[in-house]
């Protein structure tokens, strides 16, 4: 592929650029058209939560489990995260801003393990920082831009990743999903006080179904079964990080953040449904299976997006029938409300009509009784470009499309400096399980 781009002049470079990036693109489908702001007349979220949200909170383990049975499959709870190694890589990272190191980390549990490579940036501080803890696409040498991170275990990065950030695929990347796709804004993370921690999830579990499938059965799991969907592999990442990671002095408990963008946007959801010592969960364009309705969709379909990426999920979402009988046991909506009282903004772009910014509002709309039932202010706005940075719950709708922009990373930090001092402990007793509850 390399000779291939090589012998290609600028334009040939950018045309065969952008046909090994339509993978990707297919599950985002190019922003051309804006959503819709009118709610009147959308269907409701099915079943209804919003009329009696202290039922909701008193069944939240029933709701796990329609999660987990239609739509996810089981989250290994149980498994314990162990630290195999740990390396600093460069101690003057950034001109000295921070220092670049990375765990690679076991997870355990039915007598099976999975190693997965964490790179972090910390800022220089006499004080325990915050963390924000995210998943790549394209892996360690690309998410911190150092090519001595060591690379993917056992797992090839994409084509598109590719040959550093001036490489003509990097370009053409960032020219459809924006500037930080592959790699956060890192001098203006840092300069805030945060540590940056990323990892790449198909050393978990590849995103491709045929080896996804066949991981699955030896990913470890805890007393409730195999998983049978990536994106709950996925999600044990982020627990499993934070495990390692809250045993660095360096770390301030009290105030460690997931992003996810996406697929991870999915799986960022699922970690915070289960794992308590998450304090702030950014859920960035999940769309379909993640923060969006399920019905009346102007974009992916649950049925288009099982038949692309049938390993993110259990087997049985293919059941879905989005045109038949309103008889679906949960929704979306759920997965949000599951998440309180974790202070959780659920990110959006106009033209991202794919991943349907007004089914997750509706979505929202219908989870912020529940955010308020646990004890938080939740939403703080009236309409879906009203977004507040200092709600328990928020709505961010940004221009443009299926992209990570600077504009984004200014309102998440924004955001998570209003909401990180409070962390995840309304009520009190919230903060408690994590992936491995005996550590």
Not at 324 to 352: C, K, Q
């Amino acid at each position: 592929m390399k000779l291939l781009l090589t012998g290609l002049g600028w334009v040939g470079r950018v045309f065969v650029g952008l046909i090994l990036l339509t993978g990707m693109a297919n599950c985002t489908q190019l922003g051309l058209n804006y959503a819709s702001l009118d709610v009147d007349g959308k269907p409701a979220a099915y079943p209804p939560i919003a009329d009696d949200p202290e039922e909701f909170l008193a069944e939240r383990e029933m709701w796990k489990a329609r999660l987990e049975t239609h739509v996810f499959g089981p989250f290994p709870e149980g498994v314990e995260a162990r630290l195999v190694s740990h390396e600093v890589i460069d101690d003057a990272y950034i001109g000295g801003l921070a220092s670049l190191e990375e765990y690679i980390i076991e997870i355990q549990g039915s007598g099976k393990s999975r190693q997965f490579t964490l790179g972090i940036a910390w800022p220089q501080s006499d004080m325990p920082v915050p963390v924000i803890i995210s998943q790549s696409f394209c892996g360690n040498q690309t998410a911190f831009q150092y090519p001595d991170m060591s690379p993917p275990i056992d797992e090839s990065v994409s084509d598109f990743c590719g040959g550093g950030e001036d490489s003509t695929m990097s370009r053409v990347a960032r020219l459809i999903f924006g500037r930080y796709i592959s790699s956060p804004p890192m001098e203006q993370v840092l300069t805030r006080g945060y540590a940056y921690a990323s990892f790449y999830t198909s050393e978990l579990i590849p995103d491709s179904r045929k080896p996804a499938r066949a991981l699955m059965p030896d990913f470890p799991h805890g007393p409730r079964g195999e998983i049978t969907g990536a994106v709950s592999g996925w999600a044990a990442g982020f627990s499993a990080a934070i495990d390692i990671l809250e045993d660095d002095p360096r770390t301030d408990p009290a105030r460690t953040a997931i992003i996810g963008h996406s697929r991870s946007g999915k799986s960022a959801l699922v970690a915070g449904t289960y794992d308590r010592s998450i304090d702030a969960i950014i859920a960035h364009q999940a769309g379909t299976g993640g923060t969006a309705l399920s019905r009346d969709k102007p974009g992916e379909t649950v049925e288009g997006m099982v038949k692309n990426y049938p390993h993110w999920f259990d087997p049985a979402y293919q059941a879905f029938d989005a045109e038949g009988p309103n008889t679906t046991p949960v929704d979306m909506h759920a997965l949000i409300a599951l998440n309180a009282p974790t202070p959780l903004l659920i990110g959006n772009g106009r033209r991202d009509v794919w991943s349907d910014p007004n089914g997750s509002w509706r979505a929202t709309l219908e989870a912020d009784p529940v955010y308020k039932a646990a004890g938080t202010g939740g939403l703080d706005q009236s309409g879906m470009r009203e977004a507040s940075a200092d709600a328990d719950l928020v709505f961010w709708m940004r221009a443009g499309g299926h992209a990570i922009t600077g504009q984004d990373w200014d309102f998440w930090l924004d955001w998570l400096d209003q909401v990180m001092p409070q962390g995840n402990e309304v009520p009190a007793a919230s903060n408690t399980a994590s992936v491995s509850p005996g550590n």
